[in-house]
């Protein structure tokens, strides 16, 4: 404790203060912690009044609907095949439910999200007063029918999506799948499924829920799935039959054993599974270890052959139900502020009724007044601002997709278009999001000599030497083995000629993979498999490479480019052809697949023609340095290769003798075919000896994981180096321009990667991330306080320079330092965040979110990207290499990087420009005529009275002045050329200069200079004719809106001149037909309008003068302003 406290101490004194606060007041600092609970206990009293209510009114409404609907505990289970009926538990049905209502809570439920909002609960409130005899002002559907209209459009929205919803989910549980019986195959549908039934599943047909692979139709025993509906992954997986029940003579014999399935508990990990198969009716009792590639998850396709799986999971226990996640609801900044503005209106509209009442002198029941005149003043807040402002987002989403410069663009989140004009931070993935996942093989070393994509011919005569000659050897001498092998082995220190070298690293590169071929069918081909293998058609033309990574594709397409080509591949042998067309086969004793933690994978294979053991391994350099022999020249060529932007992997080698396989895996003896002297992959069958190491660890249910890496562990030892091999992954189109335009426009851009440090600096240079006049810092490893606090110390002296930091390094600034190196990082133009977890990922976009409060944008194309995505503001998918996983959960989904400059420079400013010049401008039409109302009832002595009656009221939001407000979501301030050209302008929209307090307050006084000149000068120039009072205010209200939009429109659109002699149009018409409506409280007075009386030139010429006063001087303000002041992209289009 003291040492630790006087390590503190010393830190302390060093300086690392980017703010007021000095180190000591951080509030990771542990040394405050007890003494802030001394104060929370102090103030105890304050937090209970203040929030403490709330915290346990939530505490207890938490408590009880945990108690209603208690969560089953996951258990592990024991699974019988074909014996549902077998089952301990009851298991959940296997129906797919995305729906989010049901008959019964579909109008609730619609109704809270509604009246959640703050708008939509004041109108509710508002409208239900009516109801009350004493405070009913007008007709009731004057308040219900604008309510009616907005709840009765959502509605109808959420039911349509809701049936589509349950059609989709019918469809999907509707699909019917054989399911084996004792008396045969019986159809039955998806949700019929039970856990412990056998399904048969056909090629193209999705897997109904999660099983254990039993058999399939394919010989190899083997099948291929895709993923790309669960993980986002396009290419196909490889999954392999149980091979006890894949030998059964028949499929019926599946119910005359007798075996169970041992699974682990229902988890979301898709990457992982621990189980073990048992048939108990054999002697001795056969035990077989289940992992991932013995699954075929729910949601995936079959791709190739019929399948037949004993199902473990079924529904809500899917991995793939468990891995959807219901993402935030994204409210966008522009609704966020227009609440704001809402909340103070409603302020004003009680402090003018207050005052009203005040007016008054407070007579009779003055509070049943002051309700009335929140209901007269109620337009100053309008409900057909909620209406206005959907309608327009929606617009503006169709106008993306059918934008042909940015083609196959999806709007998937319809409500926060208006983000994509107010983005600060860009947070984007590296591999197939900025570069193409496009992989080509671009260098291979070999520690004295390198080779290059101009000198890849002389590998291509080297290998075609080296098998000429093992051929003539061969057909001079029948042993089989080469003059090389024989050197090798009696005098192993020996150099190599680099043609053996070569020779070597080739054969290493096509044998050490996860790589099969698949040959298309072509008409009038049969599938059969019977023949020999030298009778397959193996052309060249018809061979397509499928694997789980496009880097080891590639590799494999470099190796028959040289002349040797992976012809045929399966559970156990591979074939490779030579150039001179010779088929060598390899049968494969064991695989080590590639995971995460040990970065590199491993094969065990055996020469069928010299009956050779060999160990193959290969991966990331940092895995393969502790493994390999020393050398002197592996660090330094990674280094070199990463600084090229090139992909490294390291293959190694290792001979074993039969001994030293043995000891790792004894060889199974089988008891139907094979004698004892030749060697062929039937070997591999039920175990007659003891269990070794390897199978031990296999059929482990705790830890299996970290007892298969430490067995595997013991071979990896001394390994011979044979070459070190850079792939290139190419730039996608026109990503320096996109990046330039974007770092122009005042965006700041982060690039978050998984790859190694080399190559993400590499990228960062080659894509003008990080321009090359900058300099890079990079951030030293740092894995303590100390260390942490130090490099930080030297970072702050650095000026203008982009930051590369990986994600270890990062986890211990965020722990202790997570305000300074946010507030740093925020200070540099670029970021490179490497080694990045999906994690980290989506956590470096929220504390960016707590720390700037600005907004977020995270593109990405991956699976991977998936939480960052949905944790931004705003989130872009890329349809890519990696699936479309990414675009799904995205916002908004486009086809290249290169689009998201049009997005955010023409479609975010005009999305945003137009919402914040739509939302005033309802607001301002409410603000108005409740100026009027006011300025009315002050002259007839402050009595809540109504100035215009129901429909008048309910026309005037709607057909008089909907369409002309409505056509704003067209108008532009700049045109999309000139916008892509200089992004600069995007720097301004960023300040929220558009919608601000400032020009709300600018549209307040606008409204009641207007409301009272109309009110004003309709009293005092109609004094005689006084009863119509109501049709002279109202035509020049109407005609005030339409001249107002005429000023706030920038450019015309010929549907905005349609739409204004449409309303006006429709105003004239029904002065004709509503003439009732336009008397003066028609109870008071009972006056009615005159058709005579509108027509003369007195009210004409009247009309025409109150209009002009109320706008003339506005457009003389607008004119002076653009002369004086003009906004910088006048400045551009002028």
């Not at 592990?76 to 809570?105: D, M």
Request: charged fraction near 20%; hydrophobic fraction near 40%.
């Amino acid at each position: 404790m003291y040492q630790l406290e006087d390590e503190s101490a010393h830190l302390d004194e060093m300086p690392l203060m980017m703010s007021e606060e000095g180190f000591e007041n951080e509030e990771s600092d542990y040394h405050t912690l007890p003494r802030a609970r001394i104060m929370q206990r102090k103030r105890g009293l304050e937090w209970f009044v203040c929030d403490g209510w709330k915290f346990l009114c939530t505490s207890c409404c938490g408590w009880l609907i945990n108690i209603c609907r208690r969560k089953k505990e996951l258990k592990a289970r024991t699974v019988w095949l074909g014996c549902p009926e077998k089952c301990e538990e009851k298991h959940p049905r296997n129906s797919i439910k995305n729906q989010k209502y049901n008959v019964f809570t579909f109008i609730p439920g619609v109704l809270y999200e509604q009246f959640k909002f703050f708008l939509n609960l004041y109108f509710l409130v508002i409208s239900c007063s009516q109801f009350v005899p004493a405070l009913k002002i007008g007709y009731l559907y004057t308040y219900w029918a604008p309510l009616g209209f907005v709840l009765a459009v959502t509605m109808t929205r959420e039911a349509i999506d809701e049936f589509r919803r349950f059609q989709r989910d019918k469809e999907v549980n509707s699909q019917l799948y054989s399911k084996l019986t004792v008396r045969g195959k019986v159809q039955v549908k998806s949700s019929d499924i039970q856990v412990g039934d056998l399904i048969i599943v056909e090629k193209n047909q999705r897997i109904p829920s999660d099983m254990v692979f039993l058999r399939t139709s394919e010989k190899a025993g083997s099948c291929f799935i895709r993923t790309d509906q669960l993980d986002g992954e396009t290419d196909w997986k490889l999954k392999v039959a149980v091979s006890c029940t894949q030998q059964l003579p028949a499929l019926g014999d599946l119910f005359s054993i007798s075996a169970y399935v041992y699974a682990q508990k229902p988890q979301m990990d898709i990457h992982s599974f621990e189980g073990t198969f048992t048939r108990e009716d054999s002697d001795p009792p056969i035990h077989e270890s289940l992992s991932i590639e013995n699954t075929l998850w729910a949601s995936t396709i079959v791709a190739s052959g019929t399948v037949i799986g004993v199902v473990i999971y079924t529904g809500k226990e899917t991995r793939s139900v468990m891995n959807t996640s219901n993402p935030k609801n994204k409210v966008g900044l522009l609704d966020l502020e227009l609440n704001r503005l809402t909340k103070a209106l409603f302020l004003a509209l009680v402090a003018l009724s207050i005052v009203m009442v005040t007016l008054q002198g407070f007579v009779g029941p003055w509070y049943r007044n002051l309700f009335r005149f929140l209901l007269l003043f109620s337009y100053i807040i309008p409900i057909s601002l909620r209406v206005n402002l959907d309608m327009g987002k929606a617009v503006y989403g169709w106008m993306m997709m059918k934008d042909e410069n940015i083609p196959g663009t999806v709007v998937r989140t319809s409500t926060i278009p208006e983000e994509l004009g107010r983005l600060v931070y860009l947070l984007t993935d590296k591999t197939g999001t900025l570069t193409q996942n496009e992989m080509i093989f671009k260098r291979l070393h070999l520690g004295t000599v390198s080779y290059g994509a101009d000198t890849m011919d002389e590998i291509q005569s080297h290998v075609r030497d080296s098998y000429s000659q093992m051929q003539s050897q061969a057909g001079g001498n029948n042993t089989g083995s080469t003059p090389l092998r024989k050197a090798q082995s009696s005098a192993p220190k020996v150099r190599k000629s680099v043609s053996s070298r070569i020779h070597e690293a080739v054969k290493a590169i096509v044998l050490c993979h996860n790589v099969t071929p698949v040959y298309e069918s072509r008409a009038g081909v049969t599938e059969e498999t019977e023949f020999a293998e030298a009778d397959q058609d193996f052309s060249d033309e018809n061979r397509t490479y499928q694997a789980s990574s496009p880097d080891e594709v590639a590799l494999v397409q470099w190796t028959e480019s040289v002349g040797l080509t992976l012809v045929s591949r399966d559970l156990t042998s591979m074939q490779l052809k030579t150039p001179s067309g010779q088929v060598l086969s390899f049968c494969i004793l064991q695989l080590f697949p590639f995971t995460s933690e040990s970065k590199r994978m491993g094969v065990i294979v055996r020469d069928e023609s010299t009956a050779e053991i060999t160990f193959y391994m290969k991966g990331a350099d940092v895995a393969m340095s502790p493994i390999v022999q020393y050398n002197d020249w592996l660090e330094e060529e990674c280094g070199n290769m990463a600084r090229e932007g090139l992909r490294t992997l390291v293959v190694a080698k290792k001979a074993l003798t039969e001994e030293q396989y043995q000891d790792f895996e004894p060889m199974q003896s089988s008891s139907v075919e094979s004698t004892h002297s030749t060697y062929t992959c039937a070997h591999r069958r039920l175990p007659l000896c003891p269990q070794s190491r390897y199978t031990q660890a296999k059929l482990s249910m705790h830890d299996r994981s970290l007892k298969v890496a430490a067995v595997v562990e013991s071979l990896e030892r001394e390994m011979e180096l044979l070459c070190l091999t850079g792939v290139e992954d190419q730039l996608q189109a026109d990503v320096r321009p996109t990046l330039e335009m974007l770092r122009n426009a005042g965006i700041k851009i982060w690039m978050l990667t998984g790859d190694k440090l080399e190559t993400a600096t590499c990228i960062a240079k080659s894509s003008h991330l990080v321009s090359r006049t900058q300099d890079i810092h990079i951030f030293r490893q740092v894995t303590s306080r100390g260390e942490a606090h130090l490099e930080l110390n030297a970072f702050r002296r650095k000026h203008d320079c982009a930051l590369v930091i990986s994600g270890d390094s990062l986890e211990v600034c965020l722990k202790y330092y997570e305000h300074e190196f946010v507030e740093l990082a925020c200070q540099c133009p670029a970021v490179v965040c490497c080694r990045c977890s999906p994690t980290q990922k989506a956590r470096i976009v929220t504390l960016l979110q707590q720390h700037t409060g600005r907004r977020t944008c995270a593109i990405g194309d991956g699976g991977n990207d998936v939480s960052m995505i949905q944790a931004a503001d705003c989130g872009i998918g890329i349809e890519g290499k990696e699936g479309k996983q990414a675009s799904l959960a995205a916002d908004f989904s486009i086809t290249q990087f290169r689009h998201i400059g049009r997005l955010l420079m023409v479609h975010g400013r005009n999305s945003y420009k137009r919402s914040a010049a739509l939302g005033q401008f309802v607001m301002h039409r409410g603000l108005i005529i409740s100026t009027m109302q006011a300025v009315f009832s002050s002259v007839f002595y402050f009595a809540s009275v109504p100035l215009y009656q129901g429909f008048l009221m309910v026309g005037y939001a709607t057909i008089y002045t909907m369409f002309p407000v409505f056509s704003l979501v067209l108008d532009q301030d700049v045109k999309p050329e000139m916008a892509m050209l200089y992004p600069e302008l995007y720097k301004d929209l960023t300040k929220g200069r558009s919608l601000s307090f400032k020009t709300f307050l600018i549209w307040v006084l606008i409204s009641i200079y207007q409301g009272g000149i109309l009110m004003y000068g309709a009293l005092v120039l109609f004094e005689s004719e006084f009863v119509h009072v109501v049709a002279i205010s109202f035509t020049a209200l109407i005609l005030t809106e339409l001249l107002m939009v005429a000023l706030t429109v920038r450019t015309w659109h010929w549907l905005m001149v349609v739409a204004e002699f449409l309303s006006l149009g429709c105003y004239v018409s029904s002065l004709a037909f509503l003439n009732e409506y336009f008397g003066i409280g028609r109870v008071s007075f009972g006056a009615f309008l005159d058709v005579a009386f509108i027509t003369t030139v007195t009210f004409l010429w009247k009309v025409s003068a109150i209009t002009v006063v109320s706008c003339l001087p506005l457009y003389v303000l607008k004119y002076l302003r653009r002369k004086l002041s003009p906004p910088s992209y006048c400045k551009l289009a002028s």
